[in-house]
């Protein structure tokens, strides 16, 4: 049974960092293109980042590019989100989605996630 299991969100600081972790069972996780997405309370899911099964390439989309890092472990089966410079534009329902790489829209509905874990980032 495949499961998705994301963790480390909390409250940030504007300009604060999290990690957020997506513990993966029930599957090999280095078989699988992952990504990570969120949602804003009253909004569609927005993708966020992606990575090969073998981290062979990286994808961000432009509103984090240059703050969050995407990696994973593959023989932790863990999948992993870095954010740095945390705004308050970035509070959200952040999911991990197993089996893509970048997706846009409603597109990203289609795939596997978790319950997902919450990042509110306030002063």
């Known amino acids: 049974q495949v499961q998705l299991v994301e963790s480390g969100g909390g409250l940030a600081q504007p300009g604060g960092s999290l990690r957020l972790s997506c513990a993966a069972s029930?599957?090999?996780?280095?078989?699988?293109?992952m990504s990570w997405a969120r949602q804003a309370p009253g909004q569609g899911l927005e993708w966020v980042s992606g990575i090969y099964s073998d981290s062979t390439k990286i994808d961000y989309a432009d509103s984090v590019k240059g703050r969050f890092t995407i990696s994973r472990d593959n023989v932790q089966n863990t999948l992993y989100l870095q954010m740095n410079n945390l705004q308050p534009e970035d509070t959200a329902l952040y999911y991990c989605?197993?089996?893509?790489?970048?997706?846009?829209?409603?597109?990203?509905?289609?795939?596997?996630r978790g319950p997902g874990t919450q990042v509110t980032v306030s002063s």
């Open positions: 029930g599957f090999t996780l280095g078989m699988w293109s």
């Open positions: 989605l197993r089996g893509v790489v970048n997706c846009e829209g409603p597109v990203c509905d289609a795939f596997e």
